[in-house]
């Protein structure tokens, strides 16, 4: 049987608030992706952005994230991860992939 391709899904967003369909569309995702027989998806990380990011009516991105780690807390394989609200102004979803 020839392995599957790990992957990592990650979604960028101002997350403000987290929804219900934010966390469902990575359990749409890790499904999709493991019926092609080809992926195993191994996490899945949310991303808000940064407080600078310019956003009419934007939460803090400390209030977002508690907001966030609370929703995923029942969560096994989603996480917040703060890097990107951390930056000092938005950046570009290509360099939070690197």
Request: net charge positive; proline share 4%; charged share 25%.
């Amino acid at each position: 049987m020839k392995s599957r391709i790990p992957l990592i899904l990650l979604a960028c967003g101002s997350f403000n608030p987290i929804t219900n369909m934010h966390m469902r569309l990575f359990e749409l995702a890790r499904d999709h992706l493991h019926q092609t027989g080809q992926y195993r998806v191994i996490e899945g990380i949310i991303s808000p952005v940064s407080d600078n990011y310019g956003k009419k009516g934007l939460v803090s991105a400390r209030h977002r994230i508690a907001m966030a780690q609370l929703a995923l807390e029942t969560s096994d394989w989603i996480r917040v991860d703060p890097w990107e609200s951390e930056q000092q102004k938005w950046t570009e979803t290509v360099k939070v992939l690197r």
